[in-house]
């Protein structure tokens, strides 16, 4: 059974920094786009980045110049780091995974809390 745990998340001032890591017990990692998701509380789940198993990278426009999207394929594991965080950061991030020449984020992990206060 796939799964995909989150960590990393947690209560960081605005400007502060996080880094995620999203672990994925999973056959053929590479064969794998990985992606971050996020969730504010009464707005809908909005994709952050994604990187597919070559190491091509995607933001969204929040998250660029901010936001660093990576993975470890020996480690099957993802990383968000997150520079000069924002209060509207605030959310539930999730891991996600999609198979290689498919549309649908497949896989999802049960998300980690960040929040970004003073």
């Known amino acids: 059974q796939v799964q995909l745990v989150e960590s990393g998340g947690g209560l960081v001032e605005p400007g502060g920094s996080l880094r995620l890591s999203c672990a994925a017990s999973i056959s053929l990692f590479r064969l794998y786009t990985a992606g971050w998701y996020r969730q504010a509380p009464g707005q809908q789940r909005e994709l952050v980045a994604t990187i597919t198993g070559a190491g091509s990278t995607d933001y969204a426009e929040s998250a660029k110049g901010r936001f660093t999207i990576s993975r470890d394929n020996d480690k099957n594991t993802v990383y968000l780091q997150m520079n000069s965080l924002k209060d509207e950061d605030t959310a539930v991030y999730y891991c996600?995974?999609?198979?290689?020449?498919?549309?649908?984020?497949?896989?999802w992990g049960q998300g980690t809390q960040v929040t970004v206060s003073s």
């Open positions: 996600t995974l999609r198979k290689i020449a498919t549309n649908t984020w497949g896989y």
